[in-house]
């Protein structure tokens, strides 16, 4: 007799089949969804890490996460990281700041000089240079003077 590793109710069955059956959905959740599925078909946990080509071991711990959680396991959880530090809006203002016209006895705006001005107008308590130079790199901004000081896009 084959080892039943999971037992889903009706209303988890339905979940599934409606997941599984939408177009668009991430290949995570499917594996999970689909996995949760055959484990409840009576499926050994080797059968379906060959099934689904995932190691023996993730399947065992969906299977656990199952238990525990519920479906709320299929879908990815929010992941921690560094909170993102410098905007749109600041993009914007240091984008701004490197259009305008250059300091008296400057002809040209540098990094240096733009992170400095950054700092001194407070739009931000600090910003390196190198980290102005990202930010106009991602607005396709070079550091070519012309005429008027302003930089060229």
């Known amino acids: 007799m084959k080892k039943q590793h999971i037992s889903l109710s009706i209303e988890d069955k339905h979940f599934l089949e409606e997941l599984l059956s939408k177009g668009s959905l991430s290949v995570r959740t499917h594996r999970r969804a689909l996995c949760i599925k055959k484990l409840d078909l009576g499926l050994s946990y080797q059968a379906v890490s060959e ?3 995932v190691n023996y071991v993730t399947v065992f711990n969906w299977s656990k996460k199952y238990k525990s959680e519920g479906l709320s396991f299929l879908y990815d959880k929010p992941r921690s990281g ?3 530090k410098y905007d749109g809006q600041t993009a ?3 984008t701004a700041l490197a259009c305008s016209t250059p300091p008296e006895g400057y002809q040209r705006w540098s ?9 001194e107008l407070s739009i931000l ?3 390196s240079y190198s980290q102005v130079g990202r930010v106009l790199k991602k607005m396709n ?4 003077g012309n005429d008027n000081g302003a930089l060229e896009k």
Request: aromatic fraction near 4%.
């Open 51 to 53: 099934l689904l080509e």
């Open 82 to 84: 560094r909170p993102i």
């Open 92 to 94: 914007s203002k240091v």
């Open 111 to 119: 990094l240096r000089l733009l992170s400095d001005r950054i700092v």
């Open 125 to 127: 308590p600090e910003m």
């Open 141 to 144: 901004f070079n550091l070519i």
